[in-house]
């Protein structure tokens, strides 16, 4: 069975800093691109980040909201997926969700087939 | 940037077919995937590549794409259809995912 546990969410107050770190289970987790996607209170869905599979070249992936301050990065020995996240903004308040993608390598192709519970960042004063 | 539109909401009676539209420039020409999300969960793949169903979908799920539209349609739909349903796509422009506005579906 395919999990995704989040974690490090919480209250951050703006400027600051969290890191959110994703616990992968029950899949070859170095054989997906993996993504973050947000979700803000009583809003829709955002695609915040991604990053290919460990190869030659890892690619990486930035939302225009985010790109300079977050950054996603993968430990395939752990099976973990993480976002650092710096420079928070109010308007990055969300529910954060790690999601399983069908690619190697984030494209056309590709979509996601599961997703974590989420855990929630608040950055307030 | 990339954009998907689709309507807020749309209302269904149980046992009828809902439509919802998701609108985007030349979205025919992309893979258009659907997720539904019901309150305090997440997200669920219900369409992937324009038609596609994951195993365990219901058969009442289907998709379509043409032109500048794709939509998700359900058939007979069931109060437990009741949900916000998400269209996404890749812009292969930007290389960036991309997520429709979102469409509430409200069972009457």
């Known amino acids: 069975e395919v999990q995704m546990l989040e974690s490090g969410g919480g209250l951050a107050q703006p400027g600051g800093s969290l890191r959110l770190s994703c616990a992968a289970s029950?899949?070859?987790?170095?054989?997906?691109?993996m993504s973050w996607v947000r979700q803000a209170p009583g809003k829709g869905l955002a695609w915040v980040s991604a990053?290919?599979?460990?190869?030659?070249?890892?690619?990486?992936y930035y939302a225009d909201s985010v790109k300079g301050r977050f950054t996603i990065s993968r430990d395939n020995s752990k099976n973990t997926l993480f976002l650092q996240m710096n420079g928070l903004r109010a308007e990055d308040t969300a529910v954060y969700y790690c999601?399983?993608?069908?690619?190697?390598?984030?494209?056309?192709?590709?979509?996601?087939?599961?997703w974590g519970q989420g855990t929630l960042v608040t950055v307030s004063p | 940037s990339y954009e998907l539109t689709q309507p807020p909401s749309v209302s269904v009676s149980p046992g009828q077919t809902a439509s919802i539209s998701c609108s985007g420039d030349?979205?025919?020409?992309?893979?258009v995937c659907w997720y539904q999300q019901k309150p305090g969960q997440s997200p669920v793949l219900v369409i992937y590549?324009?038609?596609k169903r994951p195993s365990g979908i219901p058969e009442r799920f289907s998709g379509s794409s043409s032109g500048n539209t794709a939509t998700l349609t359900i058939s007979g739909t069931q109060a437990m259809d009741e949900a916000d349903y998400y269209c996404?796509?890749?812009?292969?422009?930007?290389?960036?995912?991309?997520f429709g506005t979102g469409t509430k579906v409200t069972v009457l």
């Open positions: 999601a399983k993608d069908r690619v190697v390598v984030p494209a056309a192709l590709g979509y996601f087939q599961d």
């Open positions: 029950g899949f070859s987790f170095s054989n997906h691109a």
């Open positions: 990053v290919s599979v460990t190869g030659i070249t890892t690619r990486t």
């Open positions: 030349k979205l025919g020409a992309k893979y």
């Open positions: 590549q324009d038609t």
């Open positions: 996404q796509t890749w812009d292969s422009s930007t290389s960036f995912y991309v």
